[in-house]
């Protein structure tokens, strides 16, 4: 599916990951995720997500290295710049939770 860049008062919106690391100090409830992803929706951000299962690396030649199993979930979200994505993680659930939300832009390519 192609994704269509959004506009803000002074040029396209970045692409950014949020990535949840398991590492949260309290409990995460499932219920805590709707309102969270509807603050997201209000603010035109959200662009999609879901949690992270088992998997396994794979690599042409050698051996590949171990699965990351410290990341839970991802979200993708638009916003004007890293300080924008940054604020868009206050109510995240596992950052409210004290866990580790990372953040990495999707650079546009071609």
């Known amino acids: 599916m192609a ?6 008062f002074g040029g396209v919106m970045k692409d950014f990951l949020l ?3 398991d590492d949260a100090v309290s409990v995460v409830s499932a219920e805590s995720w709707p309102g969270y992803f509807e603050a997201l929706r209000r603010q035109g951000a959200f662009e999609g997500g879901s949690a992270i299962g088992g998997g396994e690396c794979v690599r042409k030649d050698g051996e590949a290295g171990a699965v990351s199993s410290h990341l839970s979930g991802f979200i993708r979200v638009a916003a004007a710049d890293l300080a924008s994505a940054r604020g868009l993680v206050v109510g995240n659930p596992v950052f409210e939770a004290g866990g580790t939300v990372e953040i990495r832009e999707l ?3 071609g």
Not at 3 to 8: G, W
Request: zero cysteines.
């Open 3 to 8: 994704h269509s860049p959004q506009f803000f």
């Open 107 to 109: 650079p546009r390519t």
């Open 19 to 21: 990535l949840m690391h």
